[in-house]
């Protein structure tokens, strides 16, 4: 439902929020430089490309080998989890129709500049990392049924260049490019679908499989289990909340972004939930577990005279959508905080001519190239799930917050309980009872103390440029 505010919502304007775009500047008829090339339905297959791809494609095999054949259980959680979260997103971004989105939100409700920093680090590290996973994904299985004599690293770091290039040349044209490889990767979960339809009326699979837990003992070792599995598989639901660092870009926000998120986060949680069940009849969790290509398994093993090949094919165009986003998001979450004085003011600089955040997309580029060599597919994707999981409690719980603080236009309002739901579902996800490896933690870790020290920096050439 939506609410009309009763009064602006100009107080507590983080420092910078009007950025570029004030009077005098291109684009300050619309408040912001970028060009709103974003109608409804782009937005919508926007957000569906955003989240579809690398995690569905490529850790499906490792959420089995957490779980076992119930592989359907963590992703229709995740639905469930997913949910909560966007419409605390949608709420937001109908109020604040700005590109630094979960910064931003944390801003305005608890107004600590080091804390927003921290989550708008954490947000553009959980991007990187979740491209470094699909650079990875890109050179493993699919590719290697064509060929495998390029070093898998060196096909990756050439894979993020070149989607740096296209973000580049405007998100005209990286959109347009999203929306074929939107509909590319959902054809290759429609094969799939076929496939176990396929061999449901031909009495093929295993229906007892999907019953089956890996873990064994106590009930305390299957609730870990479940939660493990699930909070890995949720790295396949991430992407909606990439799409509110759009806002300065789409027509229309206040009024595009609920239909879309929604949608978005809906249809994909529905294939998930039947690819799932799909991959688990016909394939042992096992074999799953073992295999950076799970989909690829599906197709070999569905009795259906489909082409291997055509649909590794498919897979790296799946993977790459979502490396391309990953990083297309990045880029503007580097603008929205150069704009908001978080990061420096250099970081929001704009392209002549094609209007493109290009200080942000070579800096975040080259974060994506460092973090290609730090670890696999599984631990890459578990890491960005971990962290977004950490933003999401922290963005629920602003929602509330920011109650109290009204503006002056129509908006969405979710229900109350939904963004207390989503603070507690995202804190046990991301707490030690999902029993994902240490590693994890380290890296996460890792990039915090990196981040910390880019505040400290940052907060010190600040400081020497007002004293001059």
């Known amino acids: 439902m939506t609410s009309t505010s009763e009064a602006p919502g100009a107080a507590g304007e983080p420092a910078g929020a ?105 947000v553009m590290c959980s991007g990187l990392s ?164 799970p989909l690829l398994e599906v197709v070999k093993a569905g009795g259906v005279d489909f082409p291997p090949k055509l649909f590794a094919l498919i897979a790296l165009f799946a993977v790459t959508n979502s490396a391309l986003i990953n990083i297309m998001m990045a880029s503007r979450l580097c603008y929205g905080m150069a704009n908001e004085r978080i990061l420096p003011r250099a970081m929001g600089r704009v392209l002549s001519g094609r209007r493109t955040p290009v200080v942000g997309i070579v800096f975040v580029s080259l974060l994506a190239i460092g973090l290609v060599a730090t670890g696999e597919i599984e631990g890459l994707g578990d890491t960005t799930a971990f962290l977004l999981l950490c933003v999401f409690a922290v963005v629920n719980i602003a929602v509330l917050v920011l109650r109290k603080d009204r503006v002056a236009h129509r908006h969405f309002r979710t229900p109350t309980a939904l963004p207390v739901l989503g603070a507690i579902t995202a804190l046990v996800l991301a707490s030690p009872l999902a029993d994902r490896p240490a590693d994890v933690y380290i890296r996460a870790g890792v990039l915090l103390l990196i981040g910390i020290g880019l505040w400290a920096i940052n907060k010190a050439v600040m400081r020497a440029r007002n004293e001059s």
């Open 18 to 122: 009007g950025g570029p775009g004030a009077a005098g500047e291109p684009g300050a008829a619309n408040g912001t430089p970028l060009k709103r090339a974003l109608g409804p339905k782009l937005l919508i297959l926007f957000v569906i490309g955003d989240i579809l791809g690398t995690g569905i494609y490529a850790t499906t095999g490792k959420v089995a080998g957490k779980v076992g054949g119930a592989l359907w259980l963590p992703f229709a959680i995740g639905f469930v989890v997913a949910l909560l979260t966007a419409a605390s997103y949608v709420e937001l971004v109908g109020k604040y129709p700005k590109a630094a989105g979960a910064a931003l939100y944390t801003q305005r409700a608890f107004k600590v500049p080091f804390l927003t920093f921290i989550i708008a680090f954490m």
């Open 130 to 293: 979740s491209a470094s996973a699909a650079a990875r994904a890109f050179s493993g299985d699919y590719l290697a049924e064509f060929t495998d004599a390029v070093p898998p690293t060196l096909v990756a770091i050439l894979f993020v260049v070149a989607l740096a290039a296209l973000n580049l040349r405007g998100v005209s044209e990286s959109v347009k490019t999203n929306v074929v490889l939107t509909l590319v990767e959902l054809t290759g979960l429609a094969i799939i679908l076929a496939i176990g339809a396929y061999a449901v009326f031909t009495g093929g699979g295993e229906p007892a499989r999907l019953g089956e837990f890996q873990a064994s003992g106590t009930g305390y070792a299957l609730l870990t289990s479940v939660l493990g599995a699930t909070a890995l598989g949720f790295f396949a639901f991430v992407g909606f909340e990439d799409s509110v660092n759009m806002a300065e870009e789409t027509k229309d926000p206040e009024r595009t972004f609920p239909k879309a998120i929604f949608i978005g986060v809906a249809v994909t949680g529905t294939v998930y939930v039947l690819v799932a069940l799909v991959s688990s009849l016909l394939v042992d969790y096992t074999t799953l577990r073992d295999s950076s290509g």
